[in-house]
């Protein structure tokens, strides 16, 4: 009886149960900090910002021989791209010409219609170009990363745009690297004007899928194709910059096709845009 | 004891390689961080060595801030899915690898039905079906090579047990 009490508990103790124990305890703790959301602190925004630099600096070493292949298949792809995109041109070249006269003509009567209206200093702000040195954007919660460094002066809440629309905002600054939150994150909300009636929402990022605008008083009044824009309300994002376009509407949910296709873009403009500055 | 022979090494580098890569690879099919957790699940760990679990949970950390997940995602996918290697070992079942394969496909799918429900309520929005699940599948899919890759190359360079 004693001796096999003795060794039931030689087989507790021994080190491989041991080591089980403790990855057990380890899993708990870690299931405790997702639930817990310990991102959503201070100390994780801050843990996370700095160790942000560091760990993209060893991935990048790390991830060297990946990149060589990735960029290798992305050259092609690019090649193909613009064989495509050369042979569009040449067939829209005319239609081109006499569409970029026209949108040269609008912006002078809008620049002339301001300054009869007063309209000054609000929208006046200059930007950044960053380069995007990783892509999350694939992933429900969309990110990317971008370059950054002191001399820019990137800021949280920054805009960031492509060449025609909005992306995104910037989540997180640090020496080298900063963060963007993309428009399809779950966790965006983008105050909204839809169609020239400027009829307000919030639109809503929805993972891998297209956002959705939500909260329309005259969702009835809105049709497919009707083009989606920033409202500025908030204070974060100027206003009057293209996000999408309409795509389906379904009852009250208006789904929404972005503009900008952050997987064609390599590099990303960063508006110097404060709100709260302007009106100071 | 804090094992570093250079057949541990090895395998950190490779878990190390294979999370570092999700800042290059980005793939709507193969999750890097599903292909960890494969990883992870067909090593033959030394049982004995504490020192796994903490490199596990480190690594989860940090490829939870370098895809921006929430802290402790990742590192419960990892541990979990090295939990359950060993409580199949316990069972007496390294040798078979289907039961392990049958194992191993029955929690990835269970993994999926919990993240799409988990963002199906908590976000009020859904996952495409299809497109995640081919994620998942391809994991999968991927355990038979992997398996005879991973184990080729222990059978070759590491003793640990």
Sequence with gaps: ?280 | MIDLKIGNLLIYLILFFTTSSNLVFSSTYFDLTLISCLIIYVLKWNEANWFICIILFMLGIYNDILISTPFGYTSSLFLFFYLIDRVGNFFSMPSNTNIKFIIFSLFVLILFSINYFTIYFIYSTSMPFFVNLASYMAVILLYYPLNFIIGSIQNKYVRVK
Excluded: C, W
């Design chain 1, 1 to 280: 009886m004693r001796l096999s009490r003795n060794l039931r508990d030689q087989k507790i103790l021994n080190p491989s149960s041991r080591v089980f124990i403790f990855a057990i305890i380890l899993f708990a703790f870690s299931v405790i900090l997702f639930i817990g959301r310990f991102e959503l602190t201070q100390t994780a925004k801050n843990l996370r910002s700095q160790v942000t630099s560091i760990s993209y600096s060893i991935s990048h070493i790390v991830s060297m021989p990946s990149n060589v292949i990735n960029s290798g298949i992305q050259s092609i792809i690019d090649l193909k791209e613009i064989y495509q995109q050369l042979e569009n041109y040449r067939k829209n070249q005319l239609s081109n010409s006499s569409s970029f006269q026209d949108i040269v003509s609008m912006k002078l009567k809008i620049a002339q219609y301001e300054e009869l209206l007063n309209l000054t200093a609000d929208l006046e702000y200059d930007f950044v170009t960053s380069r995007i040195v990783a892509d999350f954007s694939d992933k429900i919660i969309g990110t990317i990363l971008i370059k950054s460094n002191e001399t820019e002066k990137l800021f949280v809440d920054m805009p960031a745009t492509g060449p025609t629309g909005i992306l995104g905002r910037v989540s997180s600054v640090d020496n080298k690297i900063a963060r963007v939150l993309l428009l399809n994150n779950i966790n965006s909300r983008l105050p909204v004007s839809i169609s020239e009636n400027a009829y307000q929402g919030i639109m809503i990022g929805q993972g891998q899928k297209n956002p959705i605008v939500e909260y329309v008083r005259e969702y009835k009044n809105i049709n497919v194709g009707d083009i989606v824009s920033t409202s500025g309300k908030g204070g974060i994002f100027p206003p009057y910059l293209v996000v999408g376009q309409v795509s389906s509407i379904d009852g009250e949910r208006i789904e929404v096709e972005l503009i900008e296709d952050i997987s064609q873009l390599t590099h990303i403009r960063l508006l110097n845009y404060k709100f709260n500055q302007n009106n100071e």
